[in-house]
């Protein structure tokens, strides 16, 4: 099982700094191959919408960070103390998210 976020590209590339590195890349292209090879191997690719608040998220005890900005990398969640980066957190959380889909996917089939 592959979990990816389903990122606003667009939105993404009307950052200058990012533009450049975002369009190298081709988004729509790797998720094409990611999706192909998947199905090639019998695995399962997840897509987490992109309002998922992976960041927000206290991958501990699942409250919402609704004041957490962009420029804050690490933060403490008001409610069960926890600290986490934001990162770390958001890859765990687009994790959980993910088997979270899949299951209920499975469920339905």
């Known amino acids: 099982m592959i ?4 990122l606003n590209v ?11 590195h975002i369009s190298d890349v081709s988004w729509s292209t790797f998720k ?11 695995k399962y690719l ?14 501990g005890c699942g409250e919402k960070n ?4 962009l420029s804050e990398r690490i933060w403490a969640c008001s409610s069960c103390g926890q600290e986490h ?3 770390i957190n958001a890859a765990k959380n687009i994790k ?3 088997l979270r889909l899949l299951q209920e996917e499975l469920a339905t089939a």
């Not at 979990?3 to 389903?6: A, C, H, K, N, P």
């Not at 094409?32 to 019998?42: D, M, N, P, R």
Request: aromatic residues 10%; hydrophobic residues 35%; proline residues 2%.
């Open 46 to 59: 997840i897509l987490v919408d992109r309002f998922f608040p992976s960041s927000k998220q206290c991958g």
């Open 3 to 6: 979990v990816l976020e389903d």
């Open 96 to 98: 959980k998210e993910g």
């Open 32 to 42: 094409t191959f990611l999706s192909y090879k998947c199905g090639w191997e019998g």
């Open 10 to 20: 667009k939105g993404m590339v009307k950052n200058k700094k990012l533009a450049r």
């Open 85 to 87: 980066d934001r990162d």
């Open 66 to 69: 609704v004041m957490l900005t």
